[in-house]
């Protein structure tokens, strides 16, 4: 009589009662380690030691019982590995797809494949590891499949040559990958950003619509990759005067308004030429194609105001409803308290005064010049801003009834850029008609004076605070 130990079942037996317990603790112990570092292979472990490990054991044992019953009944082993074949080609798939594309780094062969080549690999793969388990657990003979589906493919490929082929020039076009998702691309003089790109078409957002352009056309026309230009992308326009504005003065104009938006390249110098008669041709350039939209509305938008500052006739156009000399009267007989100044005071300053209107987001002055003027705020809010480092720090804003350029009256730089914060109306006195004043009203020179103590520690409030803030984080981390 053969010992136990010595049966054909019993080894097989031992290794599934001690091995799949440890197994499956080890696994257990992997996906987790995995899962508290965000690993997405966490779930491919997953699927193994909750599915195939198991099934592996479970088909072990089904082996050994059935031929110590009856060898010649497989139907129930040949199920079982069927299943697990197909566990296997999931596992595989989903391994493969997570360690090549999931985790591909930026700028690598593999995050540049399109999905349509990755789904193809699948298709194969599937089809592959089907016949395998097809072949070996089924003992199927898959190669005349193989061969009926080759022909067949060549027949259809022939029949549809016209078709395919269009087809087939775009997937290259995707392999080669000579635009992205988000890029701008100008194409037949159509300018537009990629949102959606497939197997068969290229989605392109213009403004007017969606353009829908086929991958055959891509591929076998030029078109132009605006987000591939090195960072810097160049923004043109035509704007006209009258021919009676100096081209110098008009030129001047246009070159200090596109220098001041905050989409221009710093460091990068605009250009203003005469086109001829009362055309002008500004460029300037900013980070990318996807800032044209802004940069132009916003240039359009604060060239008005400042035509209208320096009495140019932009689009022809020289009135301004805004500069009356009742407005102005108005505008003086509100700040007269504030200048200490009589009915002929005012009468008196009328004539050197001047209104203006600044668009939000435009500068009112610059941090270090000597502002030549004062600007009392009749309508909207500036901000001041002190610059630190790289940034620009918010100190204090100035509503209507205060003023700012009062170094105006010491002759020192200033501080602070202003911005407006929205439309905002101001009443300019030139620092030589506020000498006159102060002579007559120390009362001013000594407001004055306290606002200038007042916005200087403003600045250095706003410094502290930021210093102070760029420290605590430092204090935590230690």
Request: hydrophobic letters at 50%; zero cysteines.
């Amino acid at each position: 009589m053969t010992a136990f130990w010595e049966q054909s079942w019993f080894w097989p037996a031992i290794v599934v009662i001690i091995g799949l317990p440890v197994t499956l603790l080890v696994l257990t112990e992997l996906q987790s380690s995995l899962q508290r570092r965000g690993n997405e292979l966490s779930k491919i472990v997953g699927l193994l030691r909750n599915a195939v490990v198991p099934l592996i054991a479970i088909l072990i044992l089904s082996v050994q019982v059935t031929d110590a019953v009856d060898p010649e009944q497989l139907t129930t082993n040949r199920i079982i590995a069927t299943v697990l074949g197909f566990l296997v080609i999931v596992f595989v798939l989903n391994g493969l797809n997570i360690l090549l594309f999931t985790n591909a780094r930026k700028g690598s062969w593999r995050e540049k494949i399109p999905s349509i080549f990755v789904d193809i690999g699948r298709i194969v793969l599937i089809a592959l590891g089907l016949a395998l388990v097809f072949r070996l657990v089924w003992d199927a003979d898959v190669g005349g499949v193989f061969t009926a589906l080759g022909v067949g493919s060549l027949v259809i490929g022939l029949a549809l040559q016209s078709a395919v082929g269009p087809v087939i020039a775009g997937l290259f076009l995707l392999f080669e990958q000579p635009f992205r998702l988000g890029d701008w691309l100008d194409v037949g003089g159509t300018r537009g950003r990629v949102i959606e790109v497939n197997w068969r078409s290229v989605h392109i957002e213009t403004g007017d619509g969606i353009l829908i352009t086929p991958n055959s056309s891509l591929a076998g026309a030029s078109f132009t990759n605006l987000s591939r230009t090195g960072g810097a992308f160049t923004v043109s326009t035509e704007v006209a005067f009258t021919t009676d504005d100096a081209p110098a003065a008009v030129v001047g104009l246009l070159q200090r308004v596109a220098s001041s938006l905050p989409q221009v390249i710093p460091g990068t110098t605009p250009s203003a030429v005469p086109k001829g008669g009362p055309a002008y041709e500004v460029s300037f350039e900013v980070r990318g194609p996807s800032q044209e939209g802004a940069a132009l509305a916003t240039f359009r938008m604060w060239l008005w105001y400042a035509a209208r500052r320096a009495g140019l006739g932009l689009d022809g156009d020289t009135t301004d409803d805004f500069v009356t000399d009742e407005r102005r009267d108005a505008a003086l007989e509100t700040i007269s308290p504030t200048l200490y100044l009589t009915g002929d005071d005012a009468l008196a300053l009328a004539p050197v005064v001047r209104l203006e209107r600044y668009a939000a987001g435009e500068v009112v002055s610059t941090v270090g010049t000597v502002p030549d003027a004062v600007r009392f705020v009749l309508a909207g809010s500036v901000e001041l801003r002190v610059p630190f480092e790289d940034a620009e720090l918010p100190a204090s804003r100035v509503e209507a009834g205060d003023y700012l350029g009062q170094t105006a009256l010491t002759r020192e730089a200033m501080l602070t850029t202003a911005i407006a914060r929205n439309e905002v109306a101001v009443l300019v006195v030139p620092a030589t008609a506020l000498d006159q004043i102060v002579r007559s009203t120390p009362a001013l020179a000594r407001d004055m004076g306290d606002v200038i103590d007042r916005r200087r520690h403003e600045v250095a409030a706003a410094v502290t605070a930021h210093v102070e803030s760029q420290r605590a984080p430092a204090r935590l981390d230690r």
